[in-house]
């Protein structure tokens, strides 16, 4: 039972200095030290830094809030736009110093670690599965286009996402995020549907 506890206070803790500080910054010694535990209880749990990389990135995942897209109450459109609100509310919220993980580490070090790029691609795979599933429920229900390609749609949403979060942080202004919303919900995908 200990042991466990150990490796998660280790993942927790390389989840949140991952995504403070990046991959490249964030050493094996500041994570132990984040996580209360000696830096050789490390390799009692992981085999690299890289490893532990891939759990957290997969920790990052299984939180990245797509629980209000599926199937919930209200009009798939608006469940879509809430998701991206709560998304950004948390970059504002943390004054535009953190991004998503999955992009952090797509633009870091995916071009290092096969292993890495992976992890992020299969995240990416997962978010964009998600949102084109709510997607189809909206054009089921006749509030989009027919013709609208709801996987092409989710994956383009997924890349506008991460590129307006980019721009956010390098401006450190919401800007981007207003621009997003004004062209995704106000043309892309208009609510009633279009012909």
């Keep these: 039972m200990g042991r466990r506890g150990v490796r ?19 050493g094996v010694k500041v994570i132990t030290d984040a996580a209360g535990v000696p830096k050789g209880s490390f390799y009692n749990h992981f085999d690299s830094k890289e490893a532990l990389a891939v759990v957290a990135l997969q920790r990052y995942g299984d ?3 797509v629980q209000e897209l599926a199937g919930g109450d209200g009009e798939p459109l608006a469940r879509l736009r809430a998701h991206f609100e709560s998304l950004r509310d948390y970059v504002v919220r943390h004054e535009f110093t953190r991004g998503c993980l999955m992009g952090n580490f797509g633009a870091e070090i995916a071009d290092h670690s096969d292993v890495i790029r ?24 006749g509030a989009l286009r027919a013709g609208l390609d709801p996987r092409a749609t ?13 721009r956010a942080r390098a401006d450190r202004s919401a800007d981007a995020f207003e621009s997003f919303f004004a062209l995704v919900f106000g043309t892309l995908l208009p609510q009633g549907g279009a012909p």
């Excluded at 992976?118 to 189809?136: G, K, M, P, S, Y």
């Excluded at 996402?161 to 980019?166: A, K, M, P």
Aim: charged share 25%.
């Design 8 to 26: 998660e206070e280790i993942v927790e803790a390389a989840l949140e200095r991952f995504h403070v500080q990046g991959y490249n910054a964030a």
């Design 63 to 65: 939180r990245h809030p």
């Design 118 to 141: 992976d992890a992020v691609r299969q995240c990416l795979a997962q978010w964009t599965e998600a949102i084109a599933v709510v997607l189809t429920e909206a054009r089921e229900a």
């Design 154 to 166: 989710a994956g383009f949403l997924v890349d506008a996402w991460e590129g307006s979060l980019i």
